[in-house]
């Protein structure tokens, strides 16, 4: 991996958080099992018809910043997100070797750049859990930018807050919308996550470089 980049080209690296430097299990857990089992309770309906409730309202708002909003779906759902998701915060975990990587990163001189559609809150609380904080020069939610990075205009709005060359410029995200996104902005290194839930099989990518993990970087 290390000999397909060419590193002295690239000098900021764009990093995604779930998924990508964190394991997605907490999420996906959070999200299509927690939330629907306390919903269920909330409104004293049977699972299976909560369930299909709360991932109808999911899908409404698919891809937009509401679908990452704690807020939003505090006021849709009647439910404290926050606080569900303080419930299974445990299970909130680093990729293997993430530590190592951004470690060399440093050690290379590159600007790191957390960017992610996490709500603030989330981001707080995650980064209570890991180990994560401290090794970013900025870290940036698309909440502040008012665009989720499948946008393309969260790439303008980025490019204002952290100027950066997308000719010298590298991501890695677990989300295929938004590498295409990065794509048509004209970020020329573009890497996906495999297996950004690890209690899930691999995802065989073909239209973008992909790998297994970060142990691919060391």
């Known amino acids: 991996m290390i000999n397909i980049l060419n590193w002295q080209e690239i000098e900021t690296v764009l990093l995604d958080m779930d998924g990508t430097l964190l394991d997605l299990h907490y999420d996906n857990h959070l999200w299509l099992k927690h939330i629907p089992r306390r919903y269920a309770e909330s409104k004293n309906l049977p699972i299976e018809v909560a369930e299909a409730e ?10 937009s910043l509401n679908w990452y909003c704690f807020d939003y ?3 849709t759902l009647g439910l404290d997100i926050m606080q569900l998701s303080r419930e299974v915060a445990h299970l909130i975990a680093e990729h293997l070797y993430v530590q190592e990587f951004l470690q060399t990163l440093r050690s290379w001189g590159k600007r ?5 559609n996490s709500h603030h809150q989330g981001i707080e609380l995650k980064m209570q859990h890991t180990r994560l904080a401290g090794w ?5 939610s698309s909440h502040s930018l008012g665009f989720p990075k499948e946008h393309p ?5 980025l490019q204002k807050v952290e100027s950066f060359q997308p000719a010298h410029t590298l991501l890695i995200d677990d989300s295929l919308p938004v590498l295409r996104a990065a794509r048509d902005y004209g970020i020329t290194w573009l890497i996906a996550i495999q297996q950004p839930d690890t209690r899930q099989p691999p995802r065989n990518i073909q239209e973008f470089l992909s ?8």
């Open 54 to 63: 709360v991932l109808g309202r999911y899908r409404q708002v698919e891809g």
């Open 73 to 75: 779906w505090t006021k």
């Open 112 to 116: 790191v750049i957390l960017a992610t």
């Open 136 to 140: 970013f020069d900025q870290i940036i």
């Open 153 to 157: 205009d969260f790439w303008q709005a």
């Open 211 to 218: 790998i297994p993990g970060f142990q691919q970087f060391l």
